[in-house]
């Protein structure tokens, strides 16, 4: 079964500093792996995906994340945080093979921007 | 394109009460997904439908818990007799084979 881990549940940064949000996923065949944000009272918004090609996927709102297959890994960065970067962001997988099965999401990191 | 809509925005239901919810998919969208999300945690997944057919269920799909897509564009939720356990955000997502899923704001549901 597949599953996904955020590993840090809470993440303060101030305001202009670079952040990296992490995410491993456990999968015995091949994924697609997504990020996306909610803010509060809000549903989901796709940030970036990957499903081929170049490992490194470029989003909206100036983020970016690496697929790496050997860790396992598809974390989330941004250079330059903004105060309005602030919410809950979420990891998520989804099997290759099986087109349409659910997104699987991890239990998200909260991102706490400051000035 | 004018998103995934979901009605109603919150619920305040007594324990015992039916609550039904509906979700409006991305007209072009054969793909239509039901989440749970509770408070401090990822979105998990009820079940999910292609066209009018229901796919997928998972356990967490009691026997309290009825979806349906009648003709492929609108879906409704139903759960009868609510529980306190069933306070959630219920988020209903639409998508294209090969694309990331779009997400409506949610049906935050208070069963009291």
């Known amino acids: 079964a597949q599953s996904v881990t955020q590993l840090d549940s809470q993440v ?20 697609y792996l997504f990020w996306y944000v909610q803010y509060p009272n809000q549903g989901l918004q796709l940030l970036l995906k990957y499903l081929s090609g170049s490992t490194l996927v470029k989003g909206i709102n100036g983020f970016e994340a690496e697929f790496n297959k050997s860790q396992t890994s598809f974390h989330l960065r941004k250079p330059s945080v903004h105060i309005s970067d602030t919410a809950e962001y979420f990891c998520a997988v989804s099997d290759q093979n099986q087109a349409g099965t659910a997104l699987i999401f991890g239990k998200g990191t909260t991102l706490s921007v400051s000035s | 394109d004018t998103g995934v809509s979901q009605d109603p925005r919150h619920k305040i239901t007594k324990r015992g009460q039916n609550v039904t919810f509906r979700c409006d998919p991305i007209s072009e969208h054969n793909r239509l997904y039901w989440y ?46 609510t529980e306190q356990g069933d306070s959630a955000m219920y988020l209903c997502a639409s998508s294209l084979p090969g694309y990331g899923y779009t997400f409506g704001s949610g049906t935050r549901l208070t069963v009291v």
């Open chain 1, 12 to 31: 303060p940064v101030f305001e202009e500093a670079p952040v990296e949000l992490r995410c491993n996923y456990s999968s015995s065949v091949s994924v």
């Open chain 2, 36 to 81: 749970r999300q509770t408070l401090g945690q990822g979105p998990e997944f009820l079940t999910y439908f292609q066209n009018e057919a229901q796919l997928e269920k998972s356990r967490l799909l009691s026997d309290r818990f009825s979806a349906e897509r009648p003709k492929g564009s609108f879906s409704t939720l139903e759960i009868q007799r």
